[in-house]
């Protein structure tokens, strides 16, 4: 097997389980939180938003300090620190005895995040230009795949050994990414000679700055799109009448889209080398706008899950488009620092989703969620049309 194939597998794999990670408490979080003492349904729904998001904002803050220690000092390094620290920090949480000491935690996770940025720029600085889109499509189900699946093993876990062992689940998942990627992941990494680039620097050496901010938005639209629901998608579970197995089916609901996407995103990908990654993010971004709409109307979780399942076959689409795009925009000696800022925008997406989900789940009802995300794709697709596929086709 040729090296960065091998260090796709095993950055496939770490992906996972960071992903996993940030999301394998999605479903059992409210329910954490009223075993560790909060009684009032409100107070549950806007904790376990801010429990869930709090995380993201820090790791946004964090994002671009390890992009930029990983164009100095590698990216294997960057593999080795994410994977251990949130194996520690994670299984901590399986400890705690009240939501300040859960939050607390919450947020040294983020501090320590960034196996996943570092595992694409290696990925897409060692693939071959013409299998990148592949290659990142590939990837991108890791990543996501573990974000969506990972309430269904949350819920699993919560199921048959109670509560805290999805923190300890966790943690084990993330110390194997760390084996792996300490033994096989290969690297021949240069140290740049030159000083650290200041921010204005960087911006100034990026080809088109216009497709890069659109592409940094795309990812902050997408993560709040596909973060608005997840933490309280069990209370919504309940108002569908499901009083049994509540935290297993509203696993069973992302699981849905978690296969969905990692089924199409390698196809999508191929089509993205094929056709242009603009044209596809296009595509998926009307798609998906679209199809959150009705998930507000649905009557059974089982309606819920099918409409999730699509919507994972167009979410698919967007991250491997969105990291092609910025890879074919960054000159080589900065793309740590370029993928770092597209995961701050990512992280922030997700931080605000959460926010975005308890407080108009709390002030004006869980339906209007969907309405308001579904809105927000198809705005984020107008813009893009606007101001990417007109571009890239004129330079065409």
């Known amino acids: 097997m040729e090296f960065w194939k091998r260090n796709l597998l095993v950055c496939w794999l770490g992906c996972f389980a960071t992903a996993a990670g940030l999301s394998q408490i999605a479903p059992v979080l409210p329910l954490y939180i009223e075993h560790l003492g909060v009684q009032n349904i409100e107070e549950i729904e806007q904790l376990s938003g801010f429990a869930f998001g709090v995380t993201f904002i820090i790791m946004a803050i964090a994002s671009p300090i390890w992009g930029q220690a990983a164009d100095r000092y590698g990216r294997k390094p960057m593999l080795l620190r994410a994977s251990l620290g949130m194996a520690i920090v994670i299984t901590c949480m399986g400890f705690v005895q009240n939501v300040y000491q859960l939050v607390g935690l919450r947020l040294v996770q983020g501090a320590v995040s960034g196996f996943v940025s570092a595992a694409i720029t290696l990925i897409a600085t060692q693939a071959p230009k013409e299998r990148a889109g592949w290659a990142l499509g590939t990837l991108s189900t890791g990543a996501v795949g573990g974000m969506l699946l990972g309430p269904l093993i949350g819920g699993y876990l919560a ?74 998608i069990t209370v919504y579970i309940t108002q569908l009448h499901v009083t049994n197995h509540v935290a297993l089916i509203s696993g069973l609901v992302f699981a849905a889209s978690g296969f969905a996407n990692m089924l199409a995103a390698p196809q999508l990908g191929k089509i993205s080398d094929k056709i242009g990654p603009q044209k596809v993010m296009l595509a998926a971004l009307i798609a998906a706008g679209m199809l959150f709409i009705p998930q507000a109307f649905v009557t059974t979780p089982w309606q819920l899950m099918a409409l999730r399942f699509l919507l994972g076959i167009a979410a698919a689409g967007l991250l491997p488009s969105i990291n092609t795009l910025i890879m074919r925009n960054t000159p080589t000696a900065i793309t740590g620092r370029c993928f770092g800022y597209n995961q701050s925008a990512q992280f922030l997406g997700s931080f605000g989703g959460s926010l975005l989900g308890g407080q108009t789940a709390a002030t004006f009802g869980i339906h209007y969620v969907f309405f308001v995300t579904g809105a927000l794709l198809l705005l984020n697709a107008l813009w893009v049309y606007t101001t990417v596929c007109r571009q890239v086709s004129r330079q065409h």
Do not use: C, H, Y
Not at 167 to 193: H, R, W, Y
Not at 203 to 212: A, R, T
């Open 159 to 232: 199921e048959t050994w109670g509560l805290r062992s999805v923190f300890f689940g966790t943690g084990t998942l993330l110390l194997i990414a760390f084996m792996a990627s300490l033994l096989f992941v290969q690297e021949d990494f240069k140290p740049p000679t030159k000083s650290v680039l200041s921010f204005r620097e960087v911006w100034n050496l990026i080809p088109n700055p216009g497709i890069m901010i659109t592409m940094f938005v795309t990812t902050f639209i997408l993560q709040l799109a596909l973060l608005s629901i997840e933490p309280i």
